[in-house]
T-cell receptor
Framework: LAKTTQPISMDSYEGQEVNITCSHNNIATNDYITWYQQFPSQGPRFIIQGYKTKVTNEVASLFIPADRKSSTLSLPRVSLSDTAVYYCLVGAWNQGGKLIFGQGTELSVKP | DTEVTQTPKHLVMGMTNKKSLKCEQHMGHRAMYWYKQKAKKPPELMFVYSYEKLSINESVPSRFSPECPNSSLLNLHLHALQPEDSALYLC??????????????FGPGTRLTVT
C-alpha cells in the first residue's frame, strides 16, 4: 500500500477555498485515491474518490495530475463546520478492503 | 438507511472484566470492519469480515475476539485488556471488499477506557 504524506495542519477563514495536497510517490497502477473527513468523536466519512484527472461532487473536488504522484482535495468556500481532520488514502480493492489511514490534515476554519 | 450503529457509546472496564462491543448495519453490506483509534492518531484497521467470514486479522492480540453472527451484526469481545487498549473503537461497513469504490460507512464509535 502506497504511503501518503499530508500537511499536519492548516488554517483557513470562512468563505475561502481550501486546497489540501497529498503526496503518494509510490502509487501503483491500480490504486485509487480516496479522501475521508473526521469530526471529533465521530467516525470518518467518505468525501471523494478518484483515479486520474478531476473528480467533483457536491462536497469537494479532487485534482490528480497525470503522474498521479500527488492529489489535491479542494473544498470551496469553507465554513466553520468544515473544521475536521482530512485523510488521504491510496490503495486498491485487491487488498481485501484494507484501508490504511495516513496521519491526516487537521483543518481549522476561523470566522 | 445509511447508518452504522454502535453500542455502547462509552465503556469503562477493569483489566479482569469481559465485555462486548456491538455494531449493526442494515444497508445490506457484506463487509464489516473493526478499527482502533487512539487520541490524535489515525484509525488503525483491526479486523475485516467478508460475507460473515474473517478475512483480515491485522495481528491483533487474542484478548480482542471478533464475531460476525450474521450479515448485519458485528461484535468485538474484550477480555483481560490492558490500560493501553483504551481508545475509540470504530465499526465500519461496505458493500463488499472488492469493486471500484473505497467507500466505507463508519459508526460513531465506542469510547473504551480500561482501568
Amino acid at each position: 500500500l502506497a504511503k501518503t504524506t499530508q500537511p499536519i495542519s492548516m488554517d483557513s477563514y470562512e468563505g475561502q477555498e481550501v486546497n489540501i495536497t497529498c503526496s503518494h510517490n509510490n502509487i501503483a497502477t491500480n490504486d485509487y485515491i480516496t479522501w475521508y473527513q473526521q469530526f471529533p468523536s465521530q467516525g470518518p466519512r467518505f468525501i471523494i474518490q478518484g483515479y486520474k484527472t478531476k473528480v467533483t461532487n457536491e462536497v469537494a473536488s479532487l485534482f490528480i495530475p497525470a503522474d498521479r504522484k500527488s492529489s489535491t482535495l479542494s473544498l470551496p468556500r469553507v465554513s466553520l463546520s468544515d473544521t475536521a481532520v482530512y485523510y488521504c488514502l491510496v490503495g486498491a480493492w485487491n487488498q481485501g478492503g484494507k484501508l490504511i489511514f495516513g496521519q491526516g490534515t487537521e483543518l481549522s476554519v476561523k470566522p | 438507511d445509511t447508518e452504522v450503529t454502535q453500542t455502547p457509546k462509552h465503556l469503562v472496564m477493569g483489566m479482569t472484566n469481559k465485555k462486548s462491543l456491538k455494531c449493526e448495519q442494515h444497508m445490506g453490506h457484506r463487509a464489516m470492519y473493526w478499527y482502533k483509534q487512539k487520541a490524535k492518531k489515525p484509525p488503525e484497521l483491526m479486523f475485516v469480515y467478508s460475507y460473515e467470514k474473517l478475512s483480515i486479522n491485522e495481528s491483533v492480540p487474542s484478548r480482542f475476539s471478533p464475531e460476525c453472527p450474521n450479515s448485519s451484526l458485528l461484535n468485538l469481545h474484550l477480555h483481560a485488556l490492558q490500560p493501553e487498549d483504551s481508545a475509540l473503537y470504530l465499526c465500519a461497513s461496505s458493500q463488499t471488499t472488492s469493486g471500484d469504490s473505497y467507500e466505507q460507512y463508519f459508526g460513531p464509535g465506542t469510547r473504551l477506557t480500561v482501568t
